[in-house]
């Protein structure tokens, strides 16, 4: 399995960035794709979660409202679209992808992207 996250980035307060994950190396049908995010000397945090197939998505309390994670199955691509950010949206962002069941734990997932920056300026 790999996950390739793209689309970070310097942004200031208010704006918008949309990341993407692209996976490969199976049939993801039964898998769950989630997005966390690490700040600096702060624990890995959930961010968003979503089936790869079915209408379930799921969200940190922190970002519901403003985020909004969706899939292109045909691309096997999952999108999250992050609008009015915040400084404290600063952090690394990756994705990660587990089998069946939704978790909000990032040690409870297999498989995880490289990361990518993104840095909220106020």
């Known amino acids: 399995v790999q996950l390739q996250a793209s689309g970070g980035g310097l942004v200031q307060a208010g704006g918008s960035l949309r990341l993407s994950c692209a996976a490969s190396g199976r049939t993801f049908s039964s898998y769950i794709m989630g997005w966390f995010r690490q700040a600096p000397e702060k624990e890995r945090e959930f961010v968003a979660g979503?089936?790869?197939?079915?209408?379930?998505?799921y969200y940190g309390h922190s970002v519901k409202g403003r985020f909004t994670i969706s899939r292109d199955n045909a691309k096997n691509t999952v999108i999250l679209q992050m609008n009015s950010l915040k400084p404290e949206d600063t952090a690394v962002y990756y994705c990660?992808?587990?089998?069946?069941?939704?978790?909000?734990?990032?040690?409870?997932?297999?498989?995880w992207g490289q990361g990518t920056l993104v840095t909220v300026s106020s």
């Open positions: 979503i089936r790869w197939s079915g209408d379930d998505t």
């Open positions: 990660a992808t587990r089998y069946y069941s939704m978790s909000y734990y990032y040690d409870e997932y297999d498989y």
